[in-house]
């Protein structure tokens, strides 16, 4: 049985940040169903060492034990892993009221993005969703991924010219 104390104060530190962790989780699984699994894993392995949390960034911290609990669940279902492509809520943008046919093209856009997102390697779409759809910084990534700063900004440089190449229609290995 939970402590009601700890429950109240990880219910109120933490739970705001759940929709940031199925966001990570969904990008990094590239699935929902696996999403929710991963989500549900991390939400345990938190409230379990709810005890050890000192204080400080709860975002920060939910998204690493997300991070790790994702690449636990890949070593042991990377067999079985699914590869659908992310829904239309992923890349949601408010705007203005916009025609039918700019919806159309928006829309288009966004899958195509999503698309070009969902082929980078993991180490890549962790760091790129970090950075552009969490706003960390990449002292930030660096503690969240646990690799040097200089690996964080490798790997985002190499992710962005990944998807700059593939939304350009490039072959890999060739520099737009």
Request: proline share 3%; aromatic share 10%; hydrophobic share 40%.
């Amino acid at each position: 049985m939970a402590n009601p104390a700890k429950l109240a104060r990880f219910e109120q530190t933490v739970l705001p940040h759940l929709d940031a962790a199925y966001n990570l989780a969904r990008w990094l699984t590239r699935n929902d169903h696996d999403a929710e699994d991963v989500v549900q894993e991390a939400m345990l392995r938190a409230f379990r060492f709810y005890d050890t949390f000192q204080g400080g960034e709860a975002r920060h911290w939910l998204l690493k034990i997300v991070r790790n609990t994702f690449y636990s669940w890949y070593d042991k279902n990377k067999r079985h892993a699914h590869t659908e492509t992310l829904g239309d809520e992923a890349m949601q943008v408010a705007g203005n009221e916009l025609s039918p046919e700019e919806v159309l093209i928006r829309d288009h856009g966004a899958q195509v993005v999503r698309d070009a997102v969902a082929t980078l390697a993991v180490e890549f779409r962790e760091v790129l969703l970090l950075r552009e759809f969490e706003g960390y910084s990449y002292k930030e990534i660096a503690d969240i991924v646990e690799v040097p700063i200089g690996t964080v900004m490798s790997r985002l440089s190499r992710a962005r010219q990944q998807l700059k190449n593939r939304l350009s229609g490039q072959p890999a290995g060739v520099e737009v």
